[in-house]
């Protein structure tokens, strides 16, 4: 649970930045595109995490997946973690 609150509290953070409006309540199932944040912004999300969970997924994969929603976005720093620690 410590990395979605990590990630939601990035999001706000780099929301507030990059000048966006988040909807109010992100769930499991909000799909990222209707979250309130841009392309640039999920850009500036990713490289925020990056620097705070010292992981990039995204540049670790071997096919591109991009997730569509929250939780789907979760997982993939999720497994990222896990597999850090092998």
Known sequence: MKLE???RTTLAHVATI????LIAD???????LQSGLDSLGFAMLVAQLEEDLGIDPFSQ???AVYPR???EFVTIYRQAQQDGNK
Do not use: P, R, S, Y
């Open 69 to 71: 929603t929250f939780a």
């Open 61 to 63: 994969m071997q096919i």
């Open 5 to 7: 609150q990590t990630i």
């Open 26 to 32: 992100i769930t499991d199932d909000t799909v990222l």
């Open 18 to 21: 990059a000048n966006c409006k």
